[in-house]
């Protein structure tokens, strides 16, 4: 396998208030627990050998000259987002994941986004890693990409190190 296709990419930074003049709240408890998800899985990669790269904002790469400044991008790499749904964004050409961690956002529901609407949202991606059991009865109602269990089935607390590597394996053959 070539360096490049080892190569995986991952956004976890939200930048400002999306929404201004709009509160925007973030649960403190659910966020340092994705932060210790994305370390988690950040780890188990770098521990099987692979690249790993932190794009901050992965919505300026659109034209094939900002992707100059991502020298081992090539097409079909693989993007792991870590961040409340209407944050993500997906990265142009490249496969999208979104590492669901349980991190929800709360707006006022009167304000309407593109962003706020959870079915635009999944749509822009290509898979949804779950990392527990329980997945949100919202989520059940919407018409969903690929869904990948990466929790271990034996201790649903736990990532499986397996599942992810699998999984990785199975996206860049």
Request: charged residues 25%; glycine residues 2%.
């Amino acid at each position: 396998m070539t360096e490049q296709r080892r190569t995986i990419y991952y956004s976890h930074q939200i930048h400002g208030n999306l929404f201004p003049g709009k509160e925007y709240f973030i649960d403190t408890l659910a966020y340092e627990n994705s932060k210790k998800i994305k370390n988690h899985i950040i780890n188990i990669l770098l521990e099987e050998g692979f690249k790993i790269k932190e794009i901050i904002r992965p919505e300026i790469y659109k034209h094939q000259i900002s992707f100059s400044f991502l020298p081992d991008f090539h097409k079909g790499a693989i993007h792991l987002i870590f961040k409340p749904l209407e944050y993500t964004r997906p990265l142009k050409n490249a496969y999208n994941i979104w590492v669901n961690t349980g991190w929800i956002s709360s707006y006022n529901s009167e304000f309407f986004h593109p962003f706020l609407n959870p079915e635009r949202m999944i749509s822009l991606i290509e898979e949804i890693w779950y990392c527990t059991p329980n997945i949100s009865n919202d989520l059940r109602l919407l018409k969903l990409p690929m869904m990948t269990p990466i929790y271990n089935k034996k201790d649903p607390s736990q990532i499986s190190k397996e599942a992810i590597i699998n999984r990785i394996n199975q996206i860049i053959k």
